[in-house]
């Protein structure tokens, strides 16, 4: 069982930052491949960013690169989503994922096997 358990998120004015974590109860989190999603209301759940297992690789979807980085600790079990520039488009819920085994970068939402409750990201214009 994956008990993942996110914190941060808020309220922020267009242009502003804030910073999103997600703690991971497996013992074998650095062999788990980690994403951030995001849903709008109306819209389908939407890739944010993704990581490898070793941290060495990540990806981004075009409309956050530049602005947002993902990050993990392995000795922490935790993966962390730095997001700069917000953008009033940038509100979502945002939801952390495992896709537990595959150590490589996922893409889409049926590859990772656990999830975050989700925590929402407002930003005013």
């Known amino acids: 069982q994956v008990l993942l358990v996110q914190s941060g998120g808020g309220l922020v004015q267009a242009g502003g930052s804030l910073r999103l974590s997600c703690a991971d109860s497996?013992?074998?989190?650095?062999?788990?491949?980690m994403g951030w999603f995001r849903q709008a209301p109306g819209k389908e759940r939407e890739f944010v960013a993704g990581i490898s297992g070793s941290g060495g690789t990540s990806t981004y979807v075009d409309s956050v690169k530049g602005r947002f980085t993902i990050s993990r600790d392995n000795t922490k079990n935790t993966v962390s989503l730095q997001m700069n520039s917000l953008k009033p488009e940038d509100t979502a819920v945002y939801y952390c994922a495992a896709a537990r085994g595959f150590g490589s970068v996922r893409r889409q939402p049926w590859e990772y096997d656990y999830w975050g409750q989700g925590t929402q990201v407002t930003v005013s214009s």
């Open positions: 497996e013992g074998s989190f650095s062999n788990d491949a």
